[in-house]
């Protein structure tokens, strides 16, 4: 019996992915966008997206939860915090720092 090789597909790969890399690109420093505005629709799309990723230079910490908590904790607060990003509590204050469409 032969085995049938197809090659592997990285969800990276797809158009649909790129997308989503290129809206997280465009977050300026000072701003954050939520999952769901950089995949409408599909905000976990998102998350599997960045957690695949490997670009040095992509900007995730500017990516976080509707609510404004952080999936990344305290590193992720770090890098926002340097950017100047304000905080109510534990949260990214949404009002503030989420860049308008």
């Given at each position: 019996?032969?085995?049938?090789?197809?090659?592997?597909?990285?969800?990276?790969?797809?158009?649909r992915?790129?997308?989503?890399?290129?809206?997280?690109?465009?977050?300026p420093?000072?701003?954050?966008?939520?999952?769901?505005?950089?995949?409408?629709?599909?905000?976990?799309?998102?998350?599997?997206?960045?957690?695949?990723t490997?670009?040095?230079?992509?900007?995730?910490h500017?990516?976080?939860?509707?609510?404004?908590?952080?999936a990344?904790?305290?590193?992720?607060?770090?890098?926002?915090?340097?950017?100047?990003?304000?905080?109510?509590?534990?949260?990214?204050?949404?009002?503030a720092?989420?860049?308008?469409?």
């Amino acid at each position: 019996m032969r085995t049938l090789r197809v090659p592997c597909l990285h969800v990276n790969d797809t158009p649909r992915a790129v997308a989503v890399l290129e809206r997280v690109r465009a977050i300026p420093p000072g701003f954050v966008r939520t999952y769901g505005d950089v995949s409408p629709g599909a905000p976990r799309f998102a998350g599997t997206v960045l957690s695949e990723t490997h670009a040095h230079d992509l900007p995730w910490h500017r990516v976080v939860r509707a609510d404004g908590s952080l999936a990344k904790g305290a590193r992720q607060r770090r890098l926002l915090e340097a950017e100047g990003i304000p905080f109510a509590g534990e949260r990214v204050d949404m009002r503030a720092a989420r860049l308008p469409d």
